[in-house]
């Protein structure tokens, strides 16, 4: 299958409110509509997750913060721009996403993809993707996809088919909590 017929048959997936295995831009991840609580609630049941525990968010363009966050702090932009290795920045105030993937305190992390795959889907899907790891909870991150449990690997309904070979320095996203006064904290390294 060629690079547009795997972008089009993820969106398609995604549009059905089906889970994706993808490759993101730091490691493979397990994906859907991030305004739909079903296809959420899935992943949750997929992975034997805490629902307390929050997943990531992931955007093709700083541009379209403002549809999902009440109010950007101008700090986000700098920070975005300036990010060597992938960013994702935890926002107060998030709206127009599923109940369920939204923190009890209100916020939201999100991460701008700089990878061309993922920023295609989500450009052509026009929704937020949901991105979090391709493993069962509490165990080891698959780092490879040859590392992917095939029990998650049979829990989603589409396993993108390129990239699978693809090897790459493979390191989780910064994690960085903002708040609305544009101070910031970082969570993870």
């Known amino acids: 299958m060629n690079l547009k017929e795997e972008i089009n048959n993820s969106v398609e997936c995604l549009k059905a409110g089906k889970l994706l295995l993808y490759p993101t831009d730091t ?7 991030a305004t739909s609580s079903k296809s959420i609630q899935r992943i949750y049941k997929l992975k034997g997750r805490n629902e307390n525990k929050g997943m990531i968010v992931l955007l093709d363009s700083t541009e379209k913060l403002e549809r999902y966050i009440k109010k950007v702090p101008p700090i986000a932009y700098d920070l975005i721009l300036n990010a060597k290795s992938p960013l994702t920045i935890v926002y107060p105030g998030a709206k127009n996403l599923a109940k369920n993937i939204i923190a009890h305190d209100g916020t939201i992390a999100i991460r701008i993809v700089k990878d061309e795959f993922c920023s295609d889907i989500i450009r052509k899907f026009d929704k937020p993707l949901v991105s979090t790891s391709a ?18 690997i049979k829990g989603v309904d589409h ?19 903002l708040e609305d006064d544009g101070t910031f904290l970082t969570i993870r390294k």
Do not use: H, L
């Open 27 to 33: 490691i493979w991840g397990i994906g859907c509509d």
């Open 135 to 152: 493993n069962y909870s509490n165990q080891p991150t698959a780092t490879i996809f040859d590392q992917i449990d095939d029990g998650i």
């Open 159 to 177: 396993v993108v088919s390129v990239f699978q070979d693809r090897v790459k320095s493979i390191k989780s996203s910064t994690i960085i909590k």
